[in-house]
């Protein structure tokens, strides 16, 4: 099994070309990769179905700040490709979807019922609005990562307010996603998080991501979560990912 | 509103006599507040109904080990009082509501629909074994705090795997549970987790928290997430809470 995840990612690696087609696997590292698959167009087998829902692109949920933030951004990303790339871009905007690659098939422990249907943690609920609304977006050098990220009603923890254990979700989907986009696949090892005031239900807030240091098989990123103006401090944080062996995960 | 909020807190303190009726209000504390009160058919008038579902009590999707360990401690706990309160109890279960307490009712920042359909994160998904499964048991003299965990499928990170943000909520809602049971309200201050291996989705782990101190407002609480049989540690961190003031967190 291991080794048909190897030949997936290697197959990838060999045809694409943009910075963000380093090996990647963990969290939203499959996401990153299915992205960069399914944007080329390959004609190889993919593990999974080009008609996939695109969790981060705008839907009737969005309120208007999540709206024009996501225009800031997005209008300053890399276009489409049509015959010659371009490279006037600040940003890259990440898909997100609800699934990893479908290739944790053979576990000892993983049954047939939940490997058919497992569903990533930040995109198991379809209501649009209800859960976490979030689309993520990669500097040009990945040096840094931003997130808009709204907050629905399904996720209360104080009466009114965000759970603590959600906005820890977050913070480990943006600095794991940029730890994939700048390493190897890699495994959350430390996550240290301020909560320095609460998050309303419903608000929309930024969630900022900058690369400390990569050092040997470390990259430690430290990141904050502010409102939309960057007036608002609500959540500081450092997150320590460790790039891993691919079968060591998959039990093989 | 913070006003009535204390009144209902007063009114529940003034009746109340077992060791976990202090006031407490975050996270989980309002499911405590609200168990107690349930239990004891109070008269007063309640912002909550008394045939809501109580989610930690044993389900069909529950397996093997996580109805065994129930079972362990249930056994151990207080038995429900029949004219002379008993004794000879090591633990107590606390029940656990998908709602908090609908006292957030006059926030600027709340919309009324958000008021209407928010639901504790942890609880949101309403089908059994899809997501969080857990029961949450406290000692005696309240010094530790056991958790049974089995992860549904809708919790997936790394393929086939817990996300790690789905392990700091847990991480999150033992600690301040705990916290709530020790201490007046209070808001989580800093997690600091460490990840050492990785949990498979399906299975099922126990999280025991344990004071470590107090110091004034402040509440340090330590946690450790292990299989079942203790063999395996998977998770360890330290939770800080901070005592609040109510009327902050209603912004009244």
Known sequence: ???????????????????????????????????????????LPLPFSPKARD????????????RQLYEHY??????????????????????SYNRSLKYATGGVYLSKII??????????????????????????????????????????GPPGHVHGGAIATMIDTVTGTHASVLSAPVMTANLNINYRRPIPLGSTVLIES?????EGRKVLIS???????????????TALFVAINVSHLLGG
């Open 115 to 156: 490997q058919s249907k497992a569903r990533l943690f930040t995109r198991n609920i379809k209501e649009p609005g209800a859960a976490f609304e979030y689309v993520l977006f990669v500097s040009k050098d990945e040096q840094k990562c931003v997130c808009i990220f709204q907050a629905g009603h399904l996720l209360e």
């Open 74 to 95: 997005n209008s300053q990303c890399e276009e489409e490709m049509k015959g010659e790339e371009k490279q006037d871009w600040a940003w890259k905007r990440l898909p």
């Open 55 to 66: 969790f981060s692109l705008p839907n009737s949920s969005w309120g208007a700040e999540m």
């Open 210 to 214: 900058s690369l400390n240091k990569t």
């Open 1 to 43: 099994m291991a080794r048909t995840l190897c030949r997936i990612f290697k197959g990838c690696q060999s045809i694409c070309s943009l910075p963000l087609m380093k090996t990647r696997l963990h969290p939203s590292a499959s996401v990153l990769l299915r992205t960069v698959c399914v944007r080329r167009m390959l004609t």
């Open 223 to 237: 990141c904050k979560v502010t409102s939309t103006d960057g007036s608002k401090l609500h959540t500081e944080a």
